[in-house]
């Protein structure tokens, strides 16, 4: 029965320490209250105790997540930083911004490749045709991610 409980402890704070999908942490929980149940000799008591805990646990639980963070020490434990596109901050700069703009082929586009524009290196498609490197060219549609080029014409 101590074997259980020290089970169920080991197994939660692999849990803690190994992200995971909660398997460790898991079967540490069902571990730990069998080893209670069993410490108790499994009788009516038990299972009160071992019920009670559990509600404990939950209540517990839903108070950390919830209700901790509003208080005056949960705020000053928890960030509360947001990385805003009106901060600044962006996962990546807008793609607009290529719209019009020359630059000349990296790779073969074939119809996909690297172009360079403004010292900066873009993946880039065609709408079919194959550039050698060195072609000057100008993007002429970005969608999302995709950026459209053709060869400038002179």
Known sequence: MIGLILSGIILLLIEMMVPGFGIFGLTGLLLFLWGIYDWMGGGPTAVVTVTVLSVLGVLLLWWIVSVFPKTRLGERLTLRLQSTKEKGYASHPDPNRWLGKIGHT??????????????TFLDAVTDGEFYEPGTEITIVSVTGGRIVVRATER
């Open 106 to 119: 990296k790779t073969v586009l074939r119809p996909a490749g690297t172009i360079i524009v403004e010292n």
